[in-house]
């Protein structure tokens, strides 16, 4: 019996210790930032403006804002949790050749961002972004398309229920911070540990502008069901378009179905009319 006591104890421990490990370095698997930024859409041959802006809490962005000749819609693009603006080139450059202004920023402690990382920080960030767009740039919410991909899926998403846009991509992201949390260690108490929340779902059931969520049934970072919750969660109108490849190159392997997506996205942007909200009369 005491050496079956002694190996409860070590499991017991062990198990102590990784719960603590993964307690404290929430933040580190969460957020993955690149300081250095060797290459800008000039690199690409992209005509660009460089901009730095300031958020609520006086700490100064970095931005690049890419034009495209004749575009009818501007994209404010959250990327994700890892690198910075110079590994969004790619798409970028898809989204230029879409015919779609491009606004991309880095997070707080991002590329050359001030500060550093947090859930309130990144969505303080996101609506300094939304604002420099409007107030500065001059662009009506109206042509505005607020896109996220993996966490900034949920930045975008948080930030449509805060902003007026035209619409919402989310492409390869998750439910919630715990969500995501259970899917990978079932056996740890996720949801009681958690330091962060990016609740997208929440998020998503509170949207009323068109969206369209893209995410690939490879993924191995945040899986395809993912996607499909958002999805089954969300207002319409609606779409779900399928992609293929991982997590970090879906996009790209896609190709032509990726592409037309959008296309196909933008065309109907074109030509939608939200409904007339009803008036109200007060009955006498």
């Known amino acids: 019996m005491s050496i079956w006591w002694s190996i409860l104890l070590v499991v017991l421990l062990a198990y102590a210790i990784l719960a603590m490990a993964l307690f404290f370095m929430q933040s580190s698997f969460l957020y993955s930032p690149v300081g250095q930024v060797p290459y800008n859409p000039a690199d690409i041959n992209l005509p660009f403006e460089q901009v730095v802006f300031e958020t609520e809490d006086r700490l100064k962005l970095s931005a690049w804002y890419i034009p495209a000749e004749k575009a009818d819609f501007t994209v404010l693009f959250c990327h ?42 990144t969505y303080r960030d996101a609506k300094a972004a939304y604002n420099w767009l409007t107030k500065n ?79 690939s049934r490879n993924d191995e970072v945040i899986p395809f069901e993912f996607g499909l919750r958002l999805y089954d969660a969300a207002n319409e109108p609606k779409e779900f378009v399928e992609i293929s490849g991982t997590h970090n190159d879906g996009f790209l ?26 008036i109200l009369r007060r009955i006498s």
Do not use: Q
């Open 80 to 121: 994700g949790n890892g690198g910075n603006m110079t590994h969004r080139l790619d798409t970028i450059n898809i989204l230029n050749e879409l015919g779609l202004n491009c606004f991309i920023f880095d997070y707080r402690g991002y590329g050359a961002s001030e500060g550093k990382p947090s859930e309130a920080g």
């Open 137 to 215: 740039k001059k662009i009506n919410p109206e042509k505005i398309i607020l896109f996220g991909r993996s966490l900034g899926g949920s930045i975008a998403a948080y930030l449509t229920t805060k902003v007026d846009a035209k619409a919402l991509v989310i492409e390869s992201s998750f439910t919630s911070y715990v969500d995501i949390g259970k899917k990978f260690y079932p056996y740890m108490p996720v949801r009681l540990a958690a330091i962060y929340s990016y609740p997208t779902i929440d998020y998503v059931r509170n949207i009323h502008l068109p969206l369209l969520i893209i995410h």
């Open 253 to 278: 392997f896609s190709g032509e179905i990726y592409r037309n997506a959008w296309s196909n996205w933008l065309e109907f942007l074109k030509k939608y009319k939200p409904a007339a909200k009803p």
